[in-house]
């Protein structure tokens, strides 16, 4: 009677690992099947460009998923699933000013300022003259910026800017009061359809 009473525990303890097993692995399963899903459509993101005299201005809505894949490798897909929830009200929009020939938009016959404090400006305060507008009509501003810095190799200036607190299926209007070239106000409204990002 005791070997038949070890063998059902033993059994039952078998049964319950092999269902943990298996949760895991449907787990696992879903969140490869959802982010092969996304890559098999491309991944996306909204672009939208003005033209303001010379200078191109371009905002491109980047998918918080590139970024952690990007960083995080796809061996570990269940973290970057967790990662995304925690950070999914996050908005990152990458943000580039170019001149048609290609000059250097921070020389001072551009911005007004020597160039040392025009790159300051796009490091340091370049975030204070941006935020969005949800379709709900909530404002919210740029919570933080990264300037990208080319010195001088490429014909463009990039800078990644961050919005928090922003559902993720809410489209946004990009709005940025343009205080380093004086070109105004440029309204950037993000539409459909979308253009493939690569990873």
Same mark, same amino acid.
């Given at each position: 009677?005791?070997?038949? *009473? *070890?063998?059902?525990?033993?059994?039952?303890?078998?049964?319950?690992?092999?269902?943990?097993?298996?949760? +895991? +692995?449907?787990?696992?399963?879903?969140?490869?099947?959802?982010?092969? +899903?996304?890559?098999?459509?491309?991944?996306?993101?909204?672009?939208? !460009?003005?033209?303001?005299?010379?200078?191109?201005?371009?905002?491109?809505?980047?998918?918080?998923?590139?970024?952690?894949?990007?960083?995080?490798?796809?061996?570990?897909?269940?973290?970057?699933?967790?990662?995304?929830?925690?950070?999914?009200?996050?908005?990152?929009?990458?943000? !580039?000013?170019?001149?048609?020939?290609?000059? /250097?938009?921070?020389?001072?016959?551009?911005?007004?300022?020597?160039?040392?404090?025009?790159?300051?400006?796009?490091?340091?305060?370049? /975030?204070?003259?941006?935020?969005?507008?949800?379709?709900? *009509?909530?404002?919210?501003?740029?919570?933080?910026?990264?300037?990208? *810095?080319?010195?001088?190799?490429?014909?463009?200036?990039?800078?990644?800017?961050?919005?928090?607190?922003?559902?993720?299926?809410?489209?946004?209007?990009?709005?940025?009061?343009?205080?380093?070239?004086?070109?105004?106000?440029?309204?950037?409204?993000?539409? /459909?359809?979308?253009?493939?990002?690569?990873?």
């Amino acid at each position: 009677m005791k070997v038949y *009473r *070890r063998l059902v525990f033993t059994f039952f303890i078998l049964l319950l690992v092999s269902c943990k097993k298996d949760e +895991n +692995n449907n787990q696992d399963s879903e969140i490869r099947d959802r982010y092969f +899903n996304l890559e098999k459509i491309g991944w996306k993101s909204r672009s939208y !460009t003005q033209v303001v005299d010379d200078i191109g201005f371009t905002a491109i809505e980047v998918p918080v998923q590139y970024f952690l894949l990007k960083s995080q490798g796809i061996e570990n897909l269940h973290h970057i699933d967790s990662l995304y929830e925690e950070n999914k009200t996050e908005r990152v929009i990458e943000f !580039t000013f170019q001149h048609d020939e290609e000059e /250097d938009l921070l020389d001072q016959e551009f911005t007004g300022l020597n160039y040392t404090d025009a790159v300051k400006y796009m490091s340091f305060g370049l /975030d204070k003259d941006f935020y969005v507008v949800t379709s709900k *009509r909530d404002t919210i501003r740029c919570s933080g910026a990264n300037y990208e *810095r080319s010195y001088k190799v490429a014909p463009l200036q990039k800078v990644l800017l961050f919005f928090s607190g922003i559902d993720p299926n809410d489209k946004i209007q990009l709005i940025y009061d343009d205080h380093l070239f004086r070109k105004g106000t440029l309204k950037f409204k993000f539409k /459909d359809p979308f253009t493939p990002l690569a990873l």
